[in-house]
């Protein structure tokens, strides 16, 4: 077999940024390669949900009155498994779990990081095979070092992030993250069995033909959000438009295809729920960290999203992210 060198994995090229920084520890590298490791661990079991007893229910309900599949538990346990193992993180939180996760021993009470997921967004779709995925983010701890972690290192505004990344198990598997210094997506190569480097330095392009919302509550939300939509469904010569709509119903391959394509995904509060739906610390936090790296916007309607100081772990919001000239667009009539 012949091995292209020209194509970077993920191990290589995080080493390779991090001969960049001689002063850096490697823990965040150490700490990324360790959720590479569990994507692949999931992503076996993703494609053979259809052949074992692993799919439907669990038989039991998160913290959020949802019920919870059997791979959320499983991919669940395996992101906290590996973390927990490694040297690089002082604890987890994750949106199955009702409280934060101490690793409470000597290597990762000196650990600089913790980690917060979503493990495996969009199980709802797994019955249906329909992509699905993980989300997680990495934040630099403000308690003391040496000591366990504590609830606050997790109640951080979203700017404090140090990384956020997605894995997306669809047709082929990839795992995209950013850092400050970019976006960059890997794709599993599975004759070797590494996520080798697909999409150096991701932009997500200033505007697009797309936008992802769920139709079927448009009257449940704001009018000035229903404006907007109306304005998406418009042909007008200042925005391009008519937009197409696409909406998956799983949130990782929305704002993935919006991102590489251009577009807008909305995820507004309705009348049922007037905080949002979506969870600012596992879903909203990340992705707009990845997209405002990546040149987009992200709000929740009222302010930039990595601005809001959280009160909770499970805390939600209305979530709106995507290409800039879009998002412009958008906030013109929210504030109209």
């Given at each position: 077999?012949?091995?292209?060198?020209?194509?970077?994995?993920?191990?290589?090229?995080?080493?390779?940024?991090?001969?960049?920084?001689?002063?850096?520890?490697?823990?965040?590298?150490?700490?990324?390669?360790?959720?590479?490791?569990?994507?692949?661990?999931?992503?076996?079991?993703?494609?053979?949900?259809?052949?074992?007893?692993?799919?439907?229910?669990?038989?039991?309900?998160n913290i959020q009155g949802e019920e919870v599949k059997k791979l959320d538990?499983?991919?669940?346990?395996?992101?906290?498994?590996?973390?927990?193992?490694?040297?690089?993180?002082a604890g987890i939180a994750s949106e199955e779990l009702d409280d934060i996760v101490v690793f409470n021993d000597d290597v990762s009470n000196n650990s600089k990081y913790i980690c917060m997921f979503d493990p495996l967004d969009g199980s709802g779709n797994i019955d249906v095979n329909i992509s699905i995925g993980t989300i997680f983010s990495v934040y630099r701890r403000v308690s003391e070092l040496g000591k366990p972690a504590t609830k606050e290192d997790f109640l951080q505004p979203g700017h404090q992030q140090v990384a956020?990344?997605?894995?997306i198990y669809g047709s082929s598997t990839m795992l995209v993250y950013a850092t400050r210094r970019g976006v960059n997506g890997f794709t599993l190569d599975q004759s070797i069995g590494e996520f080798s480097l697909s999409h150096a330095n991701i932009k997500c392009p200033p505007s697009g033909k797309i936008y992802s919302v769920n139709h079927g509550n448009f009257f449940q939300y704001d009018e000035k959000v229903r404006s907007y939509i109306n304005l998406c469904q418009k042909k007008d010569k200042?925005?391009?438009?008519?937009?197409?709509?696409?909406?998956?119903?799983?949130?990782?391959?929305?704002?993935h295809r919006n991102l590489l394509k251009g577009g807008i995904f909305m995820y507004p509060a309705t009348t049922d729920k007037p905080k949002g739906k979506l969870r600012l610390l596992y879903e909203?936090?990340?992705?707009?960290?990845?997209?405002?790296?990546?040149?987009?916007?992200?709000?929740?309607?009222?302010?930039?999203?990595?601005?809001?100081?959280?009160?909770?772990?499970?805390?939600?919001?209305?979530?709106?992210?995507?290409s800039k000239d879009m998002m412009g667009e958008l906030e013109s009539c929210l504030t109209a």
């Open positions: 077999m012949i091995i292209n060198r020209n194509i970077l994995t993920l191990d290589e090229f995080t080493i390779q940024q991090l001969r960049d920084f001689p002063q850096a520890t490697g823990e965040l590298s150490s700490l990324l390669r360790d959720i590479g490791l569990a994507a692949k661990r999931v992503n076996v079991e993703v494609n053979k949900a259809g052949l074992v007893d692993i799919l439907g229910d669990y038989g039991t309900t538990i499983y991919a669940n346990n395996q992101f906290m498994g590996v973390l927990k193992h490694g040297i690089s993180c956020a990344g997605y894995i200042t925005t391009g438009g008519p937009y197409t709509q696409r909406y998956i119903g799983s949130m990782v391959a929305d704002v909203c936090n990340p992705f707009a960290f990845i997209v405002e790296v990546a040149g987009g916007k992200a709000t929740n309607g009222k302010q930039r999203i990595l601005d809001v100081v959280p009160s909770e772990l499970h805390q939600r919001t209305p979530f709106f992210v995507g």
